[in-house]
């Protein structure tokens, strides 16, 4: 079913405003990109295959009447300096200005791979997406945030229940959790003086098709295999769209969205 699209305006009063997502061709970067076109935001949709970035418009104009000028489908790699730096320059040009960065892309990793059998390349993989592509985008968001005018911007970072409580056999991806949260941190606070405002969402066991082992059994702190609750990604997707639509003069700084009865308080 059709829905209209409100405008959302950016700071200059003009509208619509123009987010980046990556990760946008599956999961939760797909639903979010999703639900911010839907509600009349211009997207430029960031991930390594581009056929899944043409899926995730076609949803967009099938399920919201989305034109295809609010969308730009731009093959990334965060992990690559140089792939970066074009997705960046690709939405200067054809958007103007950003108001938005969803730092989203991301990989688990291995799964269920002891620390003591870790391969470094499989490490390096985690650390080169988790982390090193979340700061690229970061620093080229920030830079031109800087610049623009009217001067400013949001960047949410896309951390995990794992930067407070890990999983067994996970210590890439928790590692670089929890070093998001530095990243957060810091650029929150660098990004002050020019109306920069920076937050951290933190899920667990939204429904996508990287949480099905979730459902069907998943290692726990005490060594027992055990179904666990998952929620619908949309609901994830509403939390980012607030995040974002704040004005830049308040910012939630750390929101954790997560399953009801999953096993995260009092997790071991």
């Avoid at 899944?52 to 104009?61: F, G, I, K, R």
């Amino acid at each position: 079913m059709n829905a209209e699209r409100t405008a959302a305006t950016n700071p200059s009063g003009t509208a619509p405003r123009t987010a980046v997502v990556t990760g946008a061709g599956s999961g939760i970067g797909r639903s979010v990109a999703l639900e911010l076109l839907a509600a009349g935001w211009s997207v430029a949709l960031a991930g390594r295959r581009v056929e899944t970035l043409e899926e995730t418009a076609a949803l967009a104009a099938a399920g919201h009447g989305v034109k295809d000028a609010a969308t730009l489908r731009v093959r990334t790699d965060v992990s690559r300096p140089e792939d970066v730096a074009a997705l960046f320059a690709r939405v200067r040009e054809d958007f103007g200005r950003l108001d938005l960065l969803f730092n989203n892309a991301g990989t688990f990793g291995p799964g269920g791979v002891p620390v003591e059998e870790l391969p470094y390349d499989a490490w390096r993989h985690v650390v080169d997406t988790n982390l090193n592509g979340a700061f690229l985008c970061a620093q080229a968001a920030f830079r031109q945030m800087k610049e623009q005018d009217p001067q400013g911007g949001r960047i949410i970072n896309n951390g995990s229940i794992s930067a407070h409580a890990p999983r067994p056999n996970s210590v890439a991806y928790t590692t670089t959790k929890h070093a998001l949260t530095g990243l957060t941190k810091s650029l929150s606070l660098d990004g002050r003086p020019y109306r920069i405002a920076v937050g951290q969402i933190d899920i667990g066991n939204a429904a996508t098709d990287m949480t099905e082992r979730m459902q069907s059994g998943i290692l726990q702190a005490n060594g027992a295999l055990a179904s666990e609750p998952v929620m619908d990604v949309a609901d994830v997707a509403r939390t980012v769209r607030h995040m974002a639509e704040l004005p830049l003069e308040a910012n939630v700084q750390f929101a954790t969205v997560l399953a009801t009865n999953m096993p995260y308080i009092g997790r071991g």
